[in-house]
Every structure is written in structure tokens, then in C-alpha cells.
């Protein structure tokens, strides 16, 4: 039995991936994964998505909890967290691919508010087989991008479509924490814009908690309910991970990217580097360089 979805992100892959495995679309938020062989481990603080996986496997840990899952699969991810990802089966034959596309919360905040269902707490990082109507909506998405024409008028009624299958899906109590109107996880959402768009910049928790319309105390609980890490923690985090990518994709120096991300200390950079990937970071971007060049 053919699977047009599978196809579709295939063929498309094959044309537009990097030497990296990612292919970014003109569809906002709407990214393809395409890798050729087994990846290291992978850090990074995710927003919130949904991954459906076509083909190949993957495992993801947040915390205590890990997940192994593979084709049919859909991993959701509702708020900022920390995960460590590795794709473990994969090869020239039988690519790694998967269908990722970031959640719009305005989409969620309206179409919740239509549906009058309250949020429920739950875990940010979940796998289950992904629904028939999610992938129906995925698949329309991708026919799209061979007629980009038709992008302006369409895009955004199939992506609100993809969104409501979800909401009404095994998935929808937990995502509908996401637009729920001054509800907690919308509230610390407006302070992780703020650190995602300004980590390099020094951190003032006090700013953070005010863009939240909390109090200190009561935004760092809070802030580490919802991303499992302290404001500081995720900065941090952030600052690393854009570190690696620059060294990666812009074969900068590590006192460079040290600077470029804020840090004013390169043997700090260094050791924080290390605890969190697990080499010094000059033999990290090296090692990776080595095992995307067969994949490229």
C-alpha cells in the first residue's frame, strides 16, 4: 500500500533538504527532516509542535522520560522545554523523514475558544499513532508547496484545519493549554518570546515576570512548571545551542560564538559547553562535521 504523504515529503525532501538533513518551506513554521544515516545526540529547547515521523525511527528524553517511536507516530510537544533527541534508524535506501510543524497559538487560542473545552494539565511531550485527519491535512499542506501560488489564499485555512483535528484528537486537552486565555502557560509564553528573542542579552528576571504580569516568586515557579528549568537555566540553554549551530553552519571559532551569544567568559563558555553536550566545544563541532559529510 502506498502512503501519498510519505511520498510527497520524500520527493520534496530530495529537492530542497540541506547538507544537514532540514528543509525549511514557504509555509510558516512547516519544516522537513530528511537524514541518511543514524544522528548523535541532538540538545535543544523545542517549541511547541507536532512531529509526525514517515519513515525511520527516533528517541527523545525529557527529564526522566524517554521515547522511542517511528513511522505512524506523531510526538506533540506543548510548551518550551529541554529535550535530547537522536534518530536512530535510518539510511540511504530507507531515509529518516518526518513532517514538523510548529503550533500557532493564536490558531489554538482561537478555535478553543470556539470549541469551549477547558485545558487539563498534562505532560508537555507525548507520542501517539498519528490521526488519519491530521495526516489528510498534512498531506494537503505539502501539495500546496507545489503550487506556491496558491499559498497566500490557502495556507492558512489547512493549517487551521490540521490544528482543529489535533484539538479534537487524543492530543487536545493539552494543547488547548496553549491559547487558553491568561491561563499560565500563555502568560510564561510571552516571557520565553522575550528570551528567545533577546538571550544574548543580559537576564533580568524582574522584566521577564512583569511581561508575565506575575510577580518574581510567583513567575519562577511557574516559568520551571512549564519548561522544567529556572529563567536562567533556559537562557543558558539557548545561548549554548545557537552557539553549536553557528560553530556548525558558519564554521566559527568557540571564542567566537562564546562572544556572539553573550558570554563574556570563554573558559565558562567552555565548561557549560561540556556539561551540557559532552565535549569541549571545538572537538563537539568537529566530531558533528565528520558525521554529516557521509549524509551530505
Known sequence: MTNPLLDAVLSYSQAHA?????????ISGLSIVRLLAPSGLECAISRPLVCLVLQGDKHVAMGTQSFAFGAGDSLLI????????????????????????????AVVAELSLRMKDAPVAGPPVRVEPTDSQVADAALRLMSLLDRPESLPVLVGSVVRELHYWLLVGRHGAEIRRLGWPDGHSHRVGRAIAKLRSDFA?????????????MSPSSFHQHFRSETSLSPLQFQKQLRLIEARRIMLSEGRTASSAAFAVGYESVSQFNREYRRLFGLPPA????TARGATRPAA
Open 18 to 26: 540541506d547538507s544537514t538533513g532540514l528543509c525549511q518551506t514557504p
Open 78 to 105: 506543548t510548551a518550551d522545554v529541554p529535550t535530547v533527541s537522536q534518530i536512530t534508524r535510518a539510511s540511504r535506501d530507507e531515509p529518516y523523514l518526518s513532517f514538523v510543524l510548529e503550533l500557532d497559538t
Open 201 to 213: 542579552q543580559p537576564l533580568r528576571v524582574e522584566q521577564l515576570a512583569s511581561l508575565a504580569g
Open 283 to 286: 572537538r563537539d563541532a568537529e
